[in-house]
């Protein structure tokens, strides 16, 4: 790039840093790590038939598309588990590396070198790469609002009759000096135990029967997953 | 086999890459559900393979070499011991002689020959350590050490740091402006561990290091105007 044309675009860059983020040092940050990536392309940029060159492109390109496939398929898959169908708090964290390490074994095989060489290949890399990135931008934003929610990922049992102890296990609900409430129906039930992860909770007298959901309120009002639960009828209860 | 090994080195680098990259992107505050610390001992384990499996390879030019700088090491030592006790022997008053006294000398030749090998052994590297660019890396090891594994701010350390910093850039003949490019690095990563709320004390030893560099930078530059200018 030209001297006058990159001093002319991180000035732009800096009014536009400047507008977005409303800070000073952050919008300079942005235009002094322009004018570095800059340089530092044009230094690769001469030294591009290189085999180190050469050699360390195709390991960056490995990675890059091992983190795109890796974003594009384990992190939907754990956002949903985790977070909607909330089958479990966390995933076991030697799945996402095997699934990482997999990966990488598979693109690691790939001479990038040639197959960027075709026009077609190197704009669906460029496409996924850039999908991939929209795809994180969600997660984030999504995994970060709900990472202190609370959550219930267990009931047991998920039925009962009046006075039965019902346990509920999940995340966030707070500590014992921040005791919430737990809604069964509209009733709330008696609460034994408290602690961040487990309720245990005792049926109150029902004010009717049948399938009702059952939820927590946090002390600081946040409710929780709904999930259902069957409050039974004793006397149709047979020995 | 060669090919299984090439692919290998090729894993091995692709996966040193997304380390680095994820613990970059985890510093700044991106986490991928990844936990580092289980992929890093991962890729400790991977390079000790690789060391082994290297070794493997270059067994027949590494055995030689081995033999060779053990046999030196073993011969040297030998005429050492030899010599020392030789001048034990000479130096000593006749009634020291037979052959207790004379396993007792070997004894004491081969403490002294030890000693000796020793001295030796710390004096080569007391001259590895003084050259210039040992001490440069130290100095670069030291300030990353400070800004990003110390969990405490120590003015002594910055002071300490400091003073070698400027040693070693006399030494090295190292340019104002590179200095200040480093300053300039430094200054361009404020920001962005600021925006992203990393830790707070990260941030302030960043800041100090970047006045740091830019101060001694900006010094050693206007000392070279002033030379120019004589």
């Known amino acids: ?59 960056m390109m490995a990675a890059a598309i091992a983190l ?38 598979g693109f690691s095989l790939v001479n990038w070198g040639r197959i960027l060489k075709i026009r077609l290949f190197a704009w669906v890399l460029v496409s996924l790469v850039v999908l991939s990135g929209f795809c994180y931008g969600i997660y984030r934003s999504h995994k970060l609002a709900r990472e202190y929610l609370p959550k219930i990922y267990r009931i047991s049992p998920n039925s009962g009759i009046q006075a039965e102890i019902v346990e509920i296990k999940g995340v966030n609900f707070f500590p014992i000096w921040k005791k919430g409430q737990i809604l069964v129906g509209r009733q709330e039930m008696v609460v034994k135990f408290w602690n961040e992860e487990l309720i245990k909770a005792e049926m109150p007298v029902p004010g009717r029967f049948g399938q009702v959901e059952l939820w927590v309120v946090r002390s600081d009002g946040v409710i929780s997953n709904k999930v259902p639960f069957e409050i039974k009828d004793p006397g149709e209860l047979k020995n | 086999m060669r090919k299984i090994f090439s692919f290998y080195r090729r894993f091995l680098g692709t996966i040193f890459v997304l380390w680095l990259f994820l613990s970059t992107a985890g510093k700044l505050g991106f986490g991928f559900g990844v936990n580092l610390r289980l992929f890093f001992r991962v890729f400790f ?38 010599t020392t006790k030789k001048e034990i022997i000479s130096s000593s008053p006749k009634i020291f002689a037979g052959k207790t ?130």
């Open chain 1, 1 to 59: 790039m030209d001297k006058y044309t990159a001093i002319t675009v991180s000035c732009l860059l800096f009014l536009f840093g400047l507008f977005l983020f409303k800070a000073v040092f952050l919008a300079l940050g942005i235009a002094l790590v322009f004018l570095l990536l800059v340089t530092l392309l044009e230094v690769v940029w001469q030294y591009r038939e290189s085999t180190v060159i050469l050699g360390l492109a195709n390991l």
């Open chain 1, 68 to 105: 795109t496939v890796y974003i594009l398929t384990y992190l939907p898959i754990e956002f949903l588990t985790t977070e909607i169908l909330l089958i479990v708090p966390k995933i076991p964290s030697f799945f996402s590396l095997t699934f990482l390490l997999l990966l990488v074994i």
């Open chain 2, 45 to 82: 384990w991977f390079i000790l393979v690789y060391l082994v499996w290297e070794t493997k390879i270059r067994w027949p030019v590494i055995y030689p070499i081995i033999k060779t700088l053990f046999l030196k090491a073993r011969n040297e030592f030998a005429l050492k011991t030899e």
């Open chain 2, 101 to 230: 006294v004379n396993s007792l000398v070997l004894v004491l030749a081969i403490i002294l020959s030890l000693f000796s090998f020793f001295r030796q052994f710390f004096k080569t590297l007391r001259r590895f350590v003084r050259q210039p660019g040992t001490l440069l890396m130290f100095a670069i090891l030291g300030i990353l050490a400070n800004i990003f594994i110390f969990d405490f701010a120590s003015t002594l350390m910055v002071v300490l740091l400091s003073t070698l910093l400027i040693v070693v850039i006399k030494l090295n003949q190292l340019k104002g402006k590179v200095v200040v490019a480093v300053g300039l690095i430094l200054l361009v990563l404020c920001p962005f561990l600021l925006a992203f709320k990393t830790r707070p004390l990260m941030v302030e030893k960043v800041a100090i290091w970047t006045y740091v560099f830019l101060a001694i930078g900006t010094g050693r530059m206007f000392i070279g105007y002033l030379k120019h200018e004589d």
